[in-house]
């Protein structure tokens, strides 16, 4: 994984001049203020973002808490993974 971020990295800044902001999925879920508070920071080319609405956005939001941060609720329909075995025949679902 290193081996490929680092080639990306080089390829990025030997054939362009335009910046970049590499976002780990991984950094949003465990610290979701503060790297959506850096990409801000990069977007808008500034070196804080404090007391603009912009940051008390990103406290309301990017919320850490067990399930992670969520930007909505999903909706649970109900089902489990044998909802459709009844539309199988044994022969069917041993060859499954």
Known sequence: MRC???RIL???KKYTNIPFY???FEDLRREPNQEMT???K???NVDSIEGTVLESRIDK???????GAESYN???Y???FNRNKHLFNEEQIAKI
């Open 4 to 6: 490929y971020y680092e």
């Open 10 to 12: 080089a390829d990025i």
């Open 22 to 24: 590499i976002v780990r």
């Open 38 to 40: 850096n990409v801000f």
């Open 42 to 44: 990069f977007l808008l």
């Open 61 to 67: 939001l990017a919320v850490k808490d067990a399930k």
């Open 74 to 76: 999903r909706k649970y």
């Open 78 to 80: 109900g089902y489990d």
